[in-house]
């Protein structure tokens, strides 16, 4: 196949990358669906287009279940060992946290038993009886005497 050649043609993205781009079209052999990438590299193949943009879909959801689940808001340092560092220490966490709620067999979520330990984070309680405290807490909301607006 032919490499095909494209230039952005509307004012803005014409003035965001003047150069031209190279459009490369793969079927992914599993799903049978169509995609297109457009890169600014004319000397690899298109194949090697394809890979590449599929380990960065994996890496960009790689960093989404990242921000989901270890809850890193930002990065304290920028470099590359800065950043290494953060992941490495919030998956420990994140592992840590998964071993004690398996060790001892809690029902919470792994986002319910890391908020609990959060907030808790000073008490001086067995974490077993932290969490049983927290979840009644949850499920037995205290009564109130406040008027309901939204109940008949």
């Known amino acids: 196949m032919?490499?095909?050649?494209?230039?952005?043609?509307?004012?803005?993205?014409?003035e965001a990358y003047p150069e031209a781009l190279r459009r490369v079209s793969y079927v992914e052999p599993d799903t049978k669906k169509r995609l297109?990438?457009?890169?600014?590299?004319?000397?690899?193949?298109?194949?090697?287009?394809?890979?590449?943009?599929?380990?960065?879909?994996?890496?960009?959801?790689f960093f989404k279940w990242i921000k989901q689940h270890l809850r890193i808001k930002s990065f304290y340092g920028t470099s590359a060992n800065a950043v290494k560092i953060q992941i490495w220490v919030a998956l420990c966490?994140?592992?840590?946290?998964?071993?004690?709620?398996?060790?001892?067999?809690?029902?919470?979520?792994?986002?319910?038993l890391l908020q609990i330990l959060e907030v808790n984070l000073f008490e001086r309680k067995p974490i077993e009886q932290l969490v049983r405290d927290a979840i009644k807490q949850i499920m037995e909301p205290e009564i109130s005497n406040q008027a309901d607006l939204f109940k008949p």
């Open 2 to 14: 032919p490499i095909q050649t494209i230039v952005l043609t509307t004012p803005r993205s014409r």
């Open 36 to 61: 297109v990438f457009l890169t600014n590299i004319f000397t690899i193949p298109a194949q090697t287009v394809a890979d590449i943009f599929k380990l960065r879909w994996e890496i960009e959801l």
């Open 93 to 112: 966490i994140y592992l840590l946290v998964a071993i004690l709620k398996k060790r001892l067999h809690l029902s919470c979520s792994l986002h319910t």
